[in-house]
């Protein structure tokens, strides 16, 4: 994720997430550590993706990210949803969530997880929508409070 546009849009994201996690507008000493706490190395070939979408009507303007990345065991991991405010309620997200299972397809993967928080309520309903079930912590990330999981051999 070298390009402009990617660093921006990442950069957009984690302010969105940590400022809500705050309370407050996140500082850029906050996004900065968030970033380096969490890079995002992984989300490139040959183990990974980063996809950014477009707001429909203004290609120039980015309306939201996905990535994927393997993980051992033949699974892969959903990372950096994000969907713009100027693009939210469209359905961007599930479109999403629907190019990362591919792309975790296409990878190999098996089935896709991902970690996420409480105070997330639309993205949890989303990934409820699309198939994903609570499953055991799969990792340590400080920040999760759910695990979930979809089977990317079957559809629900």
């Keep these: 994720m070298e390009s402009a546009e990617a ?47 477009r707001a429909e009507g203004d290609p120039a303007r980015i309306g939201g990210c996905s990535g994927a990345k393997l993980l051992a065991g033949g699974a892969a991991e959903l990372k950096r949803v994000w969907v713009a405010p100027h693009a939210r309620r469209q359905g961007l997200g599930a ?30 309903a989303l990934y409820a929508r699309r198939g994903y079930l609570d499953i055991e912590r799969y990792n340590d990330s400080p920040y999760a409070q759910h695990w979930l999981e979809k089977s990317l051999t079957t559809e629900p």
């Excluded at 940590?18 to 850029?28: C, K, V």
């Excluded at 996004?31 to 070939?45: G, H, K, N, R, V």
């Excluded at 479109?95 to 997330?120: F, K, Y």
């Design 7 to 53: 660093v921006a849009t990442v950069r957009a994201y984690v302010d969105d997430i940590a400022s809500r996690y705050y309370g407050r507008p996140a500082t850029g000493e906050e996004i900065d550590t968030a970033l380096a706490e969490e890079p995002d190395d992984e989300l490139a070939p040959p183990r990974g993706v980063f996809l950014l979408a």
């Design 95 to 124: 479109r999403l969530v629907a190019a990362a299972e591919d792309a975790a397809r296409a990878l190999g993967a098996a089935a896709i997880r991902l970690d996420t928080r409480s105070d997330l309520v639309e993205a949890r």
